[in-house]
């Protein structure tokens, strides 16, 4: 069976870090690009980062540039998300995401490019 399983939301104070784990079973993450996703009560989903099957190329929302940061273990099967200085406004759902239509240097951050999702987790920035 195909899954894409989140972890690592949670509640968290502005300015504090999470990391945020993308973990596959069934098949290999190491094939696609994988793209991370959030979406917030009321608006619509975004895309926040990517990167490249490759490793070598990322891509990230303009938010959270400089303080997000997307890597990968492919021996670990594992797309990571790491968090610092969050926000308020970094509230929400995260998704990963496999994109199977990539080359093997690139990945942009359209949600509409995307296959096959996990089931998110949710992260909360409040004090």
């Known amino acids: 069976q195909l899954q894409l399983v989140e972890s690592g939301g949670g509640l968290v104070q502005p300015g504090g870090s999470l990391r945020l784990s993308c973990a596959a079973s069934?098949?290999?993450?190491?094939?696609?690009?994988i793209g991370w996703f959030r979406q917030a009560p009321g608006k619509e989903r975004e895309g926040v980062s990517c990167?490249?099957?490759?490793?070598?190329?990322?891509n990230y929302a303009d938010s959270v540039k400089g303080r997000f940061t997307i890597s990968r273990d492919n021996a670990k099967n594992t797309v990571y998300l790491e968090m610092n200085s969050l926000k308020p406004e970094d509230t929400a759902i995260y998704y990963c995401?496999?994109?199977?239509?990539?080359?093997?240097?690139?990945?942009?951050?359209?949600?509409?490019?995307?296959?096959?999702w996990g089931q998110g987790t949710q992260v909360t920035v409040s004090s």
């Open positions: 990167i490249s099957r490759s490793g070598g190329s990322t």
């Open positions: 995401a496999v994109g199977s239509s990539y080359g093997y240097y690139s990945c942009r951050k359209s949600v509409h490019e995307y296959d096959y």
């Open positions: 069934g098949f290999t993450l190491d094939s696609y690009a």
